[in-house]
């Protein structure tokens, strides 16, 4: 009986201590991966325009003010990708929640260096954020959001490593809500808007944003990345709402009468 008692009480403790992490998570409004192509096709200068870009986004007073507003705040990760095999968490996973630590996520931005200028794989960065096996995924982090969204930049199509439209489902019904697209278009790729709404966009709030260019990606991150903390409903959404809101008012006035 002595060794039943004790066989279940170390049962017990390691129960216990495999809930550790999730007791300890931290709530937050929103998880935000932000995956930004590094590919080959960028050169340089594209590069630093990116970069600059997501550094200045968090820099800015108006988003730092928008995250404060929110319960919680924010958990943010900033990963750079190329070819399959080609990932790298840049930033892990920081909580944001006033302008200190937004300028305190830029400045850490600002620091890293590139990795890759391979192929180009948008499906395999995705797959890579949600993966179990992952220690940096969504679900092996610090943080409870009550939104988990991806966010994909890039200036080409995939042509290397998972297929992007299977990997969005995929996340999609891991637990994913959003995944949000951000093409820049190129000669290379005038209408990389088509092919990314058609293979990286997924989730009932999911949105694209196009860059018309590299010298307005930076414009195009100040607007997604707000979006993407405070959402708005689309018009469609907003008329609809109205319609219900007019017929409760009627029922309630045929009730009345």
């Known amino acids: 009986m002595k060794k039943l008692t004790k066989a279940l009480a170390v049962a017990a403790i390691a129960v216990s201590a495999a809930y550790t992490p999730a007791a300890s998570a931290i709530d937050v409004a929103l998880e935000l991966a932000l995956l930004v192509d590094v590919s080959g096709s960028v050169d340089g200068s594209e590069y630093g325009l990116q970069k600059t870009g997501y550094i200045n986004a968090f820099k800015d007073a108006n988003l730092q003010a928008n995250i404060a507003s929110l319960t919680g705040g924010i958990a943010v ?15 892990n996973w920081t909580h944001i929640t006033d302008a200190a630590s937004a300028i305190a996520f830029a400045n850490a931005i600002q620091a890293s260096t590139r ?3 391979g192929a180009t794989a948008p499906g395999s960065a995705i797959n890579f954020v949600v993966a179990n096996s992952n220690p940096n995924s969504f679900f092996n982090n610090a943080f409870v959001g009550r939104r988990k969204v991806i966010d994909v930049s890039g200036d080409g199509e995939q042509n290397d490593g998972a297929n992007t439209a299977a990997a969005r489902d995929a996340a999609l019904a891991a ?13 290379d790729y005038p209408n990389l808007d088509q092919w990314y709404q058609a293979n990286v966009v997924g989730g009932p709030t999911g949105f694209l944003k196009v860059a018309a260019n590299f010298a307005s990606f930076e414009a195009a991150v100040f607007e997604k990345i707000g979006r993407e903390i405070k959402p708005t409903p689309e018009p469609g959404s907003l008329a609809l709402a109205g ?8 029922l309630r006035r045929r009730q009345r009468s």
């Open 243 to 250: 319609l219900a809101l007019a017929g409760v008012a009627g």
């Open 175 to 187: 637990g994913i809500d959003a995944i949000n697209g951000l093409p820049i278009l190129t000669p």
């Open 77 to 91: 990760a900033y990963i750079e990708w190329s070819g399959s095999s080609q990932q790298s968490v840049e930033v």
């Open 115 to 117: 990795n890759f200028a």
